[in-house]
């Protein structure tokens, strides 16, 4: 099962390698043990300090949506 649901691709210009490694990993993981990493980053992102994105940071990635969405459309 992808993370994305009908996405089983990732595009290059969106993620770095070492992310696109990292998320088919996990998308190989049996689904017990995905759903526990799920979990787990869940509660690590809720209880650790950080920052909110920038509205740079959030521009961009609907920028970037944006994009794709078209692309897809056009296709």
Avoid at 26 to 42: F, G, K, N, T
Avoid at 60 to 75: C, G, N, P, V, Y
Wanted: charged residues 35%; negative net charge; aromatic residues 6%.
């Amino acid at each position: 099962m992808s993370l994305t649901g009908a996405q089983t691709s990732w595009d290059a210009g969106f993620v770095t390698q070492a992310t696109k490694k990292l998320l088919e990993e996990i998308e190989a993981l049996p689904d017990r043990e995905r759903s526990e990493l799920v979990a787990e980053l869940a509660r690590r992102v809720a209880f650790d300090p950080h920052d909110g994105p920038s509205d740079v940071d959030l521009l961009a990635a609907a920028d970037r949506l944006f994009i794709d969405l078209d692309r897809r459309e056009q296709s």
